[in-house]
């Protein structure tokens, strides 16, 4: 018998699975449901003191309505707003004074360095992990002889799966810039704290540049730092979440997409596909349908992880594939 490959899409609803895993362990104080919640509280990268979110720092998110108390609703419509705005503004070729176009640079810098902030919170190797589902479940498939290959597509930027990993000595790579064949191969489409590009700005001097189009850059210039992370990358390759990477069409994001997708195409009937936690935003249901229509529509297993599956997502996936199963959290999979 063949052995079998996994092809893994993580939306937030993972990380959010993680922490609420933590609360009973730690308070982390994360809040990765509403990306401005803590924004008061991130350092600027400039003198590591907090306040990044602020009109200070971020006058145009600020003009805009970004505040630590506004609710997680207003921040998922701010969100929406500045990255549709910027996504045609951006195609048009409009220049860099639009507001929104602004407001789009100050996200992408602000959203690395609350997650490098965010990773300051958790100590991994002080915390158990045993009794997560996601744990035993990718521990046992990177240890089952029945197991080809495992393939994580996360469109999250946080590293704490790796760090999991990495405690653990679950070999991975990941795609496009650090590959040595490893049975675990990770792609992160919409970037990630650890990309590490070879240029960085100088700390006294760090500004947001808004005439400059920062989150753009090759593929070869960025390596995998996990130790040393900060937020003073030249080129920052972060997407801001409800934004179509495939609209931006950037370099070093086009790569790993385009690599995920060929993935995608070589799956089999008898390989298997898991969903979790994907709020399958309007603006990000492109790049999502172009990795899902890529996989045979045969596939036999296709599990849904979600306690609140958005209706168009579970009209479109049951149109895809007929054997989907849906689950309301990870328990089932162990």
């Given at each position: 018998m063949d052995k079998?490959?996994?092809f893994?899409l ?13 609360k ?5 104080g994360?809040?990765v449901s509403?990306?401005?919640s803590?924004?008061?509280l991130?350092?600027?990268p ?9 009109y ?9 309505g ?17 990255i549709?705005?910027a ?49 035993k479940?990718l ?8 197991v080809?290959k495992i393939?994580?597509?996360t469109?999250?930027?946080d ?11 679950i ?11 490893n ?8 970037g ?28 070869s210039?960025?390596t995998?730092?996990?130790d ?10 972060i997407?801001?979440?409800a934004?179509d990477?495939?609209?931006?069409d950037?370099k070093w ?5 385009d690599s ?11 390989d ?9 935003w ?9 990795i ?5 529509p ?15 997502f579970n ?8 054997k989907?199963?849906?689950y ?7």
């Amino acid at each position: 018998m063949d052995k079998k490959n996994y092809f893994i899409l993580l939306g937030n609803g993972f990380t959010i699975d993680l922490i609420n895993h933590l609360k009973n362990k730690i308070d982390c104080g994360i809040n990765v449901s509403n990306l401005f919640s803590n924004g008061e509280l991130v350092p600027w990268p400039g003198n590591d003191k907090p306040g990044f979110l602020s009109y200070r720092y971020c006058p145009n998110l600020w003009t805009l309505g970004a505040r630590p108390n506004m609710s997680n609703e207003d921040a998922i419509n701010l969100i929406e707003d500045i990255i549709t705005c910027a996504n045609i503004l951006h195609k048009n070729n409009k220049k860099s004074q639009n507001i929104y176009i602004k407001a789009y640079k100050e996200l992408g810098t602000y959203l690395q360095a609350l997650f490098v902030y965010y990773n300051k919170q958790i100590n991994i190797n002080t915390v158990d992990f045993s009794d997560w589902p996601w744990f035993k479940f990718l521990n046992d498939l990177y240890n089952s002889s029945e197991v080809e290959k495992i393939h994580i597509v996360t469109l999250n930027y946080d590293i704490w799966l790796e760090r999991v990993f990495k405690k653990i000595n679950i070999h991975f790579d990941i795609a496009s810039i650090d590959e040595n064949d490893n049975k675990i191969k990770i792609y992160k489409p919409h970037g990630s704290i650890s990309f590490s590009h070879r240029v960085k700005k100088e700390k006294e001097a760090f500004e947001i540049r808004y005439d400059t189009d920062s989150n753009d850059g090759e593929i070869s210039e960025f390596t995998i730092e996990y130790d040393n992370i900060n937020a003073l990358n030249s080129v920052n390759a972060i997407i801001p979440p409800a934004g179509d990477s495939s609209r931006l069409d950037f370099k070093w994001a086009k790569e790993i997409r385009d690599s995920a997708k060929e993935v995608a195409k070589s799956l089999n009937k008898n390989d298997e596909l898991i969903i979790c936690g994907l709020s399958y935003w309007h603006v990000d249901r492109l790049e999502i349908d172009s990795i899902l229509t890529s996989i045979n529509p045969e596939i036999e297993e296709v599990k849904i992880i979600n306690p609140y599956t958005p209706k168009v997502f579970n009209a479109i996936i049951t149109t895809l594939f007929d054997k989907v199963i849906f689950y309301n959290n990870s328990k089932p999979l162990i």
